[in-house]
């Protein structure tokens, strides 16, 4: 089945900085990467997905590229502010079709921002 | 996206017991997923729940441990049977989005005494 590994697992940035994580994936059959994040005691909340038929995608301040040769992904996070500390997943979707498939998590980046 | 009521948000349970978690969905979804997340961890899938069929069960997870029932499309509920401390965890519902992606109800905090 599906492995997403993620790296770093914690990070600390200033505030103002970028952050970058970044996620590897086993299946060659996944299409569907969103990228999670869950404040502290909240569900996680999904904010921003690429598929794979795009290299690419922004979103104001997070930008999220994906190499489907390489089963890489990573999340950009630019001028980073304090409200941005939380706890980041990716994910992967193996299968797909025009409904998706169980979503497969990585394990996770704690990410700090200090002001 | 779809808007999912899970309840109870939280339990305190005699080990031996179980407990049911109910999730509802405002709109028809085709998929329902139940999620398990221990302290500090990452999201572990237990198992898939389509309306009509049965529950596909992760590796790791069977369903006479945790048996799912679906009865139908903006409803489904996930069991705890004879519960341990090792359960105590936070229990997640998610829904297939389809365009607008998945999303979580508010999780259940289950704590086994």
């Known amino acids: 089945g599906e492995n997403v590994e993620q790296h770093p697992s914690t990070l600390s940035v200033q505030e103002g900085d970028s952050a970058v994580i970044k996620c590897t994936y086993s299946d060659s059959a996944s299409n569907y990467f969103p990228w999670y994040k869950q404040e502290l005691g909240k569900r996680p909340q999904l904010i921003i997905d690429i598929r794979s038929n795009v290299g690419e995608k922004k979103d104001q301040r997070i930008a999220v590229t994906l190499n489907k040769t390489a089963k890489h992904f990573s999340l950009h996070i630019t001028e980073t502010q304090p409200e941005d500390s939380a706890v980041y997943f990716c994910a992967a979707t193996p299968v797909g079709g025009t409904s998706y498939d169980k979503v497969i998590f990585g394990p996770g980046t704690s990410l700090s921002v200090i002001p | 996206s779809a808007v999912i009521s899970q309840k109870p948000s939280r339990d305190i349970c005699q080990r031996g017991t179980s407990l049911t978690i109910q999730c509802q969905v405002d709109?028809?979804?085709?998929?329902m997923f139940w999620y398990r997340q221990q302290p500090g961890q990452s999201l572990t899938l237990i198992a898939t729940a389509n309306q009509g069929s049965e529950a596909t069960y992760e590796s790791g997870f069977v369903i006479d441990k945790f048996p799912i029932s679906r009865p139908n499309l903006t409803f489904s509920t996930l069991t705890v049977s004879n519960m341990s401390p090792e359960d105590s965890s936070i229990y997640l519902c998610s829904v297939d989005g389809t365009i607008s992606g998945y999303t979580f109800g508010s999780g259940t905090r289950l704590t086994v005494v």
């Open positions: 709109s028809q979804v085709t998929m």
